[in-house]
């Protein structure tokens, strides 16, 4: 997590500025989501998704604010940490036309996305 939170992988630049946008409160769910940049583009912007709740989501929808391809960055569901957790076994997401993304989130999970600039969705 500090590896990312200094960009030591070049892929997570947004979470060493200042622009942020919540996005997406859900809060009878107990999710949100917010946009982290430092200039904007490929290997800056960050999405963050927490689900601070006990539910599991095997479908959980939420519009973003850049189209394209999201790389799974860090996902705290990851079995490494506990066994007790349950982990989602996701790499990848992708928008729709709409800019929608669904994805399964585990309880208490907390996700971060990145792109790659050959994951951007076309103009």
Avoid at 32 to 54: C, E, K, M, Q, T
Avoid at 72 to 89: C, I
């Amino acid at each position: 997590m500090v590896n990312l939170r200094k960009n030591l992988y070049h892929n997570t630049a947004g979470l060493t500025g200042s622009g942020i946008n919540v996005f997406h409160e859900n809060m009878s769910s107990n999710v949100i989501a917010y946009h982290r940049w430092l200039h904007g583009g490929p290997h800056d912007d960050v999405i963050v998704i927490v689900n601070a709740s006990a539910q599991r989501f095997k479908n959980y929808k939420l519009y973003v604010p850049v189209a394209g391809t999201w790389h799974v960055r860090f996902n705290s569901s990851w079995n490494g940490y506990s066994p007790d957790f349950h982990e989602t076994n996701i790499s990848t997401v992708t928008t729709d036309e709409n800019c929608e993304l669904s994805l399964e989130l585990a309880d208490y999970n907390v996700l971060i996305l990145a792109q790659d600039p050959e994951s951007i969705a076309s103009s």
